[in-house]
């Protein structure tokens, strides 16, 4: 099993570069956050306990996260490329991983960090529309839907995310300078790293990726 860890800010690009290419090839797209999503959803014990940290911004519970992660890899195929989305969030989440990676056979390849700058983030965050029932993700302005408020793929209502609020967008990003871009010096000491240019188009930044992921 390999595992590509996507880094980068939230708005950075990370769920559409992976979705693209998850589409494109035989790999697995894993989302932490619409794991979470889908648990609030469920009403779930592990989403009774996530949403109120997710409705402030602020990250979950390691073992939660942690707990999901375990019981996914037991369940994926020994030859399959997961692409984590949104995990590891934090230095114990990264340590954790690695644990988990070596007692199930993994192996962490690489962590793609998406760089973007915050006043791009936040504009992005701020325009984002995402399907409740299918999950596709819009923009307003750079990535709109075919008929307003409406997703493509399943004609359901688009909605602003909880968590794309004003208010609560800046507490991510406070959130992510704290806690996870840190990251970013560990994957780079273990010789890990790769960066990509986030400003750039969608469809170029997950041109790039795949290149890394194909080697
Ligand atoms: P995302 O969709 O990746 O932006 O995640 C949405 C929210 O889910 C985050 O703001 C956190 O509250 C929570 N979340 C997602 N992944 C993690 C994680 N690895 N650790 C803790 N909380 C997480």
């Given at each position: 099993?390999?595992?590509?860890?996507?880094?980068?800010?939230?708005?950075?690009?990370?769920?559409?570069?992976?979705?693209?290419?998850?589409?494109?090839?035989?790999?697995?797209?894993?989302?932490?956050?619409?794991?979470?999503?889908?648990?609030?959803?469920?009403?779930?014990?592990?989403?009774?306990?996530?949403?109120?940290?997710?409705?402030?911004?602020?990250?979950?519970?390691?073992?939660?996260?942690?707990?999901?992660?375990?019981?996914?890899?037991?369940?994926?195929?020994?030859?399959?490329?997961?692409?984590?989305?949104?995990?590891?969030?934090?230095?114990?989440?990264?340590?954790?991983?690695?644990?988990?990676?070596?007692?199930?056979?993994?192996?962490?390849?690489?962590?793609?960090?998406?760089?973007?700058?915050?006043?791009?983030?936040?504009?992005?965050?701020?325009?984002?529309?995402?399907?409740?029932?299918?999950?596709?993700?819009?923009?307003v302005?750079?990535m709109p839907p075919?008929?307003?408020?409406?997703?493509?793929?399943?004609?359901?209502?688009?909605?602003?995310?909880?968590?794309?609020?004003?208010?609560?967008?800046?507490?991510?990003?406070?959130?992510?300078?704290?806690?996870?871009?840190?990251?970013?010096?560990?994957?780079?000491?273990?010789?890990?790293?790769?960066?990509?240019?986030?400003?750039?188009?969608?469809?170029?930044?997950?041109?790039?990726?795949?290149?890394?992921?194909?080697?």
């Open positions: 099993m390999q595992i590509y860890v996507f880094l980068g800010a939230p708005g950075a690009g990370k769920g559409t570069a992976a979705a693209r290419i998850a589409n494109d090839a035989d790999i697995h797209h894993v989302s932490t956050g619409a794991m979470l999503r889908d648990a609030v959803k469920n009403g779930t014990p592990a989403g009774l306990s996530a949403k109120k940290y997710m409705d402030k911004g602020t990250l979950v519970p390691d073992q939660v996260l942690v707990d999901m992660l375990g019981e996914l890899l037991s369940t994926s195929k020994k030859d399959a490329t997961i692409i984590l989305d949104g995990f590891p969030r934090n230095e114990n989440q990264a340590l954790q991983l690695d644990e988990l990676a070596a007692k199930h056979g993994a192996t962490v390849k690489a962590a793609i960090d998406i760089e973007a700058p915050n006043e791009l983030l936040i504009s992005r965050l701020g325009g984002r529309r995402v399907c409740p029932s299918c999950g596709m993700g819009y923009h302005t750079n075919k008929r307003e408020g409406v997703c493509d793929k399943c004609g359901t209502a688009l909605i602003t995310r909880n968590d794309d609020k004003p208010e609560t967008i800046k507490k991510r990003l406070e959130v992510y300078a704290e806690q996870t871009a840190p990251l970013i010096g560990l994957y780079k000491k273990a010789g890990k790293l790769r960066t990509v240019n986030g400003a750039d188009e969608a469809d170029k930044v997950a041109k790039k990726i795949a290149a890394i992921i194909k080697g």
